[in-house]
């Protein structure tokens, strides 16, 4: 008998409906699985129904084995959030460490899926738990539909993902393949900057940038130095500041801004504890963002090859004021 389990994400992935038919054989620690991901029901465009139900198998009644969780839910005839997805076990599991040990496996596959997924879209996958609505309501009902309109001109629009990279991202995960940790680093800092979180949107640029900058560096010092210079050079310039006066001398490209929007506010964050605007922090991430793109770009097999580029959300339909899809 298989067993089924239900995993939410930590991040919703906003995708594109044909995702949904993705399935596949994977092993998380060590344990054999099917991965299925949500489905919808045929008749959801005429029912008005906007929730995404569980996987579906051929050979079971829909449903029947799945336990209860939300699995997402529909934005418009293409475009949905996939909120959790599916492992049928070909082998069942007995109870004790067995369970325990798989359900710890479960934890760190899904960081990296959403590691890999964030990485794929170029930032956060979901319209995460902003106040979409604004921090207040009003008895002057104008008043709250000013706030309202404020934060959905604001909102951090996720890259929808398509079919082509969902496969890929699995493809990845299924190898235990990391994903690069400066544009890991980087996608934490823009989903720091949507919540708000503007000082930890700044160290996690810098930190990103820092990452970039080492591998620039170390390319650039293994073809221009011996080994033992360029290990002494790099011992030499440990921190993000000198790494970036070192490659200034060597010549590398740098961005215009870094030192004011992303070197002196990381410091000042750091050293004073000094108050970071959005602007501020959206600066830093364009500013780490030049330089991982330079010195530690994503790899050209990851980029999708099917699809062009997924034009900006056009706003919601009337009505949506009172109901919005998020």
């Given at each position: 008998m298989t067993q089924h389990v239900a995993v939410p994400l930590l991040e919703g992935a906003h995708s594109s409906a044909d995702a949904l038919t993705l399935s596949g054989r994977l092993s998380i620690g060590g344990i054999e699985c099917h991965l299925l991901l949500p489905t919808l029901r045929p008749d959801w465009a005429m029912t008005g129904e906007r929730d995404l139900e569980s996987p579906y198998e051929p050979d079971a009644e829909s449903g029947r084995s799945w336990p209860m969780t939300e699995w997402g839910f529909i934005h418009d005839h293409d475009s949905v959030t996939i909120q959790a997805v599916g492992l049928v076990l070909i082998q069942p599991l007995g109870w004790g460490s067995m369970l325990i040990d798989f359900d710890h496996a479960v934890g760190l596959w899904r960081h990296q899926l959403r590691d890999w997924l964030s990485v794929i879209a170029d930032g956060p996958t979901d319209f995460l738990e902003l106040p979409v609505r604004g921090e207040t309501r009003?008895?002057?009902?104008?008043?709250?539909?000013?706030?309202?309109?404020?934060?959905?001109?604001?909102?951090?629009?996720?890259?929808?993902?398509?079919?082509?990279?969902?496969?890929?991202?699995?493809?990845?995960?299924?190898?235990?393949?990391?994903?690069?940790?400066?544009?890991?680093?980087?996608?934490?800092?823009?989903?720091?900057?949507?919540?708000?979180?503007?000082?930890?949107?700044?160290?996690?640029?810098a930190t990103a940038a820092e990452v970039a900058l080492t591998v620039g560096l170390s390319d650039r010092l293994s073809t221009e130095a011996t080994s033992r210079v360029a290990q002494v050079l790099m011992e030499r310039t440990r921190m993000l500041g000198p790494r970036l006066d070192l490659a200034k001398d060597l010549g590398m490209a740098l961005p215009g801004r870094i030192r004011a929007d992303l070197l002196e506010r990381r410091n000042a964050v750091i050293h004073r504890g000094t108050a970071v605007t959005d602007a501020d922090a959206h600066a830093a991430i364009t500013a780490a963002g030049e330089l991982v793109d330079e010195y530690q770009p994503l790899s050209a097999h990851c980029q999708d090859p099917t699809s062009p580029p997924i034009p900006a959300p056009v706003p919601p339909p009337e009505g949506w004021d009172d109901d919005p899809p998020f």
């Amino acid at each position: 008998m298989t067993q089924h389990v239900a995993v939410p994400l930590l991040e919703g992935a906003h995708s594109s409906a044909d995702a949904l038919t993705l399935s596949g054989r994977l092993s998380i620690g060590g344990i054999e699985c099917h991965l299925l991901l949500p489905t919808l029901r045929p008749d959801w465009a005429m029912t008005g129904e906007r929730d995404l139900e569980s996987p579906y198998e051929p050979d079971a009644e829909s449903g029947r084995s799945w336990p209860m969780t939300e699995w997402g839910f529909i934005h418009d005839h293409d475009s949905v959030t996939i909120q959790a997805v599916g492992l049928v076990l070909i082998q069942p599991l007995g109870w004790g460490s067995m369970l325990i040990d798989f359900d710890h496996a479960v934890g760190l596959w899904r960081h990296q899926l959403r590691d890999w997924l964030s990485v794929i879209a170029d930032g956060p996958t979901d319209f995460l738990e902003l106040p979409v609505r604004g921090e207040t309501r009003w008895a002057d009902e104008g008043y709250t539909n000013e706030v309202w309109e404020n934060y959905y001109d604001n909102l951090q629009w996720p890259q929808r993902l398509s079919r082509w990279q969902w496969e890929h991202v699995l493809a990845h995960v299924r190898s235990g393949e990391e994903p690069p940790l400066a544009r890991v680093l980087l996608t934490t800092a823009k989903r720091a900057a949507s919540a708000g979180n503007s000082r930890l949107a700044v160290i996690d640029a810098a930190t990103a940038a820092e990452v970039a900058l080492t591998v620039g560096l170390s390319d650039r010092l293994s073809t221009e130095a011996t080994s033992r210079v360029a290990q002494v050079l790099m011992e030499r310039t440990r921190m993000l500041g000198p790494r970036l006066d070192l490659a200034k001398d060597l010549g590398m490209a740098l961005p215009g801004r870094i030192r004011a929007d992303l070197l002196e506010r990381r410091n000042a964050v750091i050293h004073r504890g000094t108050a970071v605007t959005d602007a501020d922090a959206h600066a830093a991430i364009t500013a780490a963002g030049e330089l991982v793109d330079e010195y530690q770009p994503l790899s050209a097999h990851c980029q999708d090859p099917t699809s062009p580029p997924i034009p900006a959300p056009v706003p919601p339909p009337e009505g949506w004021d009172d109901d919005p899809p998020f």
